[in-house]
């Protein structure tokens, strides 16, 4: 099976997509920064407990935070040097995070346990999935959801099919897009590990047509793995798992479901290189692909940061700012998060820096909802968000519950088109904060 | 340190909110806007018709609800917000639901009555549950009738008055059916009516500004007016199957109506289901008023009864969630 195009989401919304700022700009593997700080709790779940204490040397590799539950994951050195601290740090979800704080000896001495494996290929699906829990692999989406938990469904739910999920469809954002360039035989090797590990024999990776390079790129070892390519229309939120599973397979994940109710698992691309660079080269996850961009970026770029670069350091790496900054978002500019210091880490999850202008940045002023309809229209949820505002407003909390806004995936869709400039999205999350007490 | 004096812009400081950070740049100005755009070829053909005396009713009818907005919105203390052109839309639509011979005062009495009872008072703007035009019509019909139901004959601007019956009135009496203009007639708008209301070719050539605008939905549009036609057709004056669906769908204020006043965002339902509901209801409405009722016409009290019944729509026609059963 070599290509497939297939159906487009229903509903969903077409934004400008500004990915020609760092498309062309092959990853760039910047030096080590001096000093790096290291939350232990990067990864949807439990936070780590720390395995390091100050004053402790550590080598590029070693694990200094282990997981603390089922689903959690452990940390490692991304540099080598001198623990300086263990203290609470700010991170980029506005949240206070223990943190490991390492000064770099600048010599990246690699732990022992970071050794080449000798026989890869003779992995039983047990040892695949130690292997990915050990090197802290999470899914690299930007959900960083612990990707052992993910291989390991309850034996009630059967898994017939693994996709590889290259859609990439928030604006601005191209590190997918790269490592799927310059690493798509890794994409195709971590693929068929991940379906290994999960006892799947049918795969797929998705791609949206506005990268016919990288569609073009991994065909060959596709091919040759019988993984079939699906080329989706370009279209937001095309990359939501959920819409994923839609297009490809035609099943529709239950409400309050997860993929594995209708027997699929979804990673990303660059989930699977980390998880070829762990089983081959014994690498645990200590650097990852960011895309720095924005126009203020002076040269927007795709690097290969050390997991613990403050967003200050990413951004000076990336040429620094050619004109003041009015907003700072980690992750792309439709569901990520806007920050108020750069003096925070680059984590597992960190897709993206987008730096705004001042004069893209100014939160918009307002209106009263006019019933346009056109938040219902571009749900993928199929709900109405401007009943989500309007309850909000008026404290009727049990009524979005019974619409559903748990079901809302945060896309932002519904609210990138309101005319009125509804802080949709806003009001969602307080709905849902209030039917989480609730239930 | 921030420094609480200065503007943030000033401060070096960063904004943060909730995503999206990123938006497309249609406001509801601009919705406003093209909904005046879409109306000019019905103005200018009304102008064609009637004569330039109607361009005052025009002016006086737009100026009175664009001051009686903003005048509302000072006095209770709401952010004047005239230049978001929704109080223009109303007072446009009023002047081209007003017969060519209507006195000035009649406008100016529609507009302000649409903007402040009906809008204004309700709350404002997307808090009207009735669409404000449609509602002045109605009480300026039900006050001053004689006023509203004196016609002028298109093209012949010399004569100021005609009483004589517009092709509904005549649809309704058979014997008179031999009077009944001919389809060109009807089309191009040379009939008596409301001074926006009888040129259906300009009518519908701003109405596919707004579909490819993507300003309206087709689905009130459609099915209203399919259902008039289905209806008239089938419930003809000599038994079944005998209607001039035609005629019906041409003459009077059924494609203003259905195209510019029966999808007004604010009184409609917003659910792609509950606006197919919307457009028959509106049609089955218009079409026994019509064929049965003491009117001639009935496209006004129809979008007006199924204003009144949007927001019932909506609550039964929530669409099945994505992976979900119906809420």
Redesign the interface.
């Known amino acids: 099976m070599a290509l497939a195009l297939r159906k487009a989401l229903a509903g969903g919304i077409h934004p400008p997509e500004r990915k020609h700022l760092t498309a062309a700009q092959a990853i760039i593997r910047p030096p080590a920064p001096e000093s790096v700080v290291i939350p232990l709790w990067q990864h949807t779940g439990a936070p780590g407990e720390p395995l390091v204490a100050r004053g402790d040397h550590v080598k590029l590799g070693q694990k200094i935070g282990q997981a603390a539950a089922f689903v959690s994951a452990p940390v490692h050195a991304s540099v080598s040097g001198t623990v300086v601290a263990v203290e609470p740090r700010l991170d980029a979800l506005g949240r206070m995070v223990t943190a490991v704080v390492i000064e770099s000896d600048g010599l990246d001495t690699p732990a022992p346990e970071v050794v080449p494996r000798s026989q890869p290929d003779s992995l039983s699906a047990d040892e695949i999935r130690n292997i990915v829990h050990q090197a802290g692999i999470v899914g690299l989406g930007g959900a960083a959801f612990p990707t052992r938990v993910k291989l390991a469904p309850p034996a009630d739910k059967p898994i017939d099919t693994y996709i590889l999920n290259g859609c990439e469809c928030e604006p601005y954002l191209t590190g997918d897009h790269r490592v799927m360039l310059e690493r798509g035989a890794d994409c195709i090797l971590g693929l068929g590990l991940l379906m290994k590990a999960a006892g799947v024999t049918r795969g797929y990776l998705a791609v949206e047509n506005n990268k016919p390079d990288a569609v073009e790129a991994l065909l060959p070892a596709a091919r040759e793995a019988g993984i079939a390519v699906a080329v989706l229309p370009t279209r937001y939120p095309q990359g939501s798992e959920k819409h994923l599973i839609k297009s490809l397979l035609g099943r529709e994940v239950p409400s309050g479901g997860l993929p594995m109710d209708v027997g699929v698992l979804v990673s990303n691309v660059g989930t699977a290189v980390a998880v070829a660079d762990a089983v081959y080269h014994g690498l645990p996850l200590l650097q990852r692909v960011v895309t720095v961009t924005g126009r203020p970026v002076r040269q927007p770029a795709n690097l290969l940061l050390r997991l613990g670069t403050s967003f200050a350091a990413a951004i000076a790496l990336a040429g620094g700012l050619g004109e003041p900054a009015g907003r700072v978002v980690m992750g792309g500019p439709m569901t990520g998060t806007a920050q108020f210091s750069l003096d925070v880490p680059v984590v597992k999850g960190t897709s993206g820096i987008l730096v705004l202008g001042r004069d893209e940045s100014l939160a918009p002023v307002s209106t009263p909802c006019i019933r346009c309809g056109r938040c219902a229209e571009s749900c993928p949820m199929r709900l109405l968000p401007l009943y989500f505002d309007a309850y909000v407003q008026a404290g009727n909390y049990s009524r979005t519950g019974e619409l559903g806004v748990l079901d809302c995936i945060e896309c932002g869709s519904c609210a990138w088109g309101c005319p009125a400039r509804r802080p949709l999205v806003h009001s969602i999350r307080v709905a849902k904060g209030e039917a989480r007490k609730r239930s | 340190m921030p420094d609480k004096d200065k503007p943030?812009?000033e401060q070096?400081?960063?904004?943060?909110?909730?995503?999206?950070?990123?938006?497309?740049r249609?406001?509801?100005s601009?919705?406003m806007l093209d909904v005046l755009i879409a109306l000019l070829p019905a103005t200018l053909a009304g102008l064609n018709l009637f004569g330039p005396r109607v361009l005052a009713v025009i002016v006086a009818s737009l100026l009175a609800a664009v001051a009686a907005e903003a005048a509302t919105q000072k006095l209770l203390g709401r952010p004047v917000?005239v230049l978001?052109f929704?109080a223009a839309v109303t007072g446009l639509l009023v002047a081209l639901n007003l017969p060519p011979t209507a006195p000035l005062w009649l406008a100016v009495v529609g507009s302000a009555f649409a903007v402040v009872v009906v809008k204004q008072l309700f709350g404002?703007?997307?808090?009207n549950f009735l669409n404000p035009a449609l509602a002045a019509r109605a009480f300026l019909m039900a006050a001053w009738p004689a006023q509203m139901t004196t016609w002028s004959a298109p093209g012949d601007w010399a004569v100021q008055a005609m009483t004589g019956a517009t092709p509904l009135a005549i649809l309704q009496r058979p014997e008179l059916l031999r009077r009944l203009p001919s389809y060109a007639e009807l089309f191009w708008g040379w009939i008596p009516g409301t001074i926006g209301e009888t040129c259906v070719a300009a009518l519908l050539l701003g109405a596919l500004y707004l579909l490819w605008r993507r300003v309206i939905?087709w689905r009130i549009p459609v099915t209203y007016v399919g259902t008039v036609a289905l209806l008239t057709w089938v419930l003809g004056p000599r038994g079944l199957f005998t209607g001039d669906p035609v005629a019906h769908v041409l003459a009077g204020g059924l494609v203003l109506g259905a195209f510019f006043m029966a999808t007004d965002?604010?009184s409609?339902p917003?659910?792609p289901l509950g606006r197919v509901w919307f457009g028959v209801g509106c049609g089955l409405l218009t079409a026994m008023i019509r064929l049965y009722g003491g009117y001639p016409e009935g496209v006004s009290f129809s979008i007006l009864i199924m204003n009144i019944v949007a927001p019932l729509i909506?609550r039964y026609t929530?669409?099945?969630?994505?992976?979900?059963?119906r809420?």
């Open positions: 943030v812009e070096g400081l960063l904004v943060v909110a909730a995503p999206p950070h990123l938006f497309h249609v406001k509801t601009r919705i917000r978001d929704s404002g703007l997307g808090n939905d965002y604010v409609s917003v659910t909506d929530v669409p099945t969630r994505f992976g979900g059963r809420a």
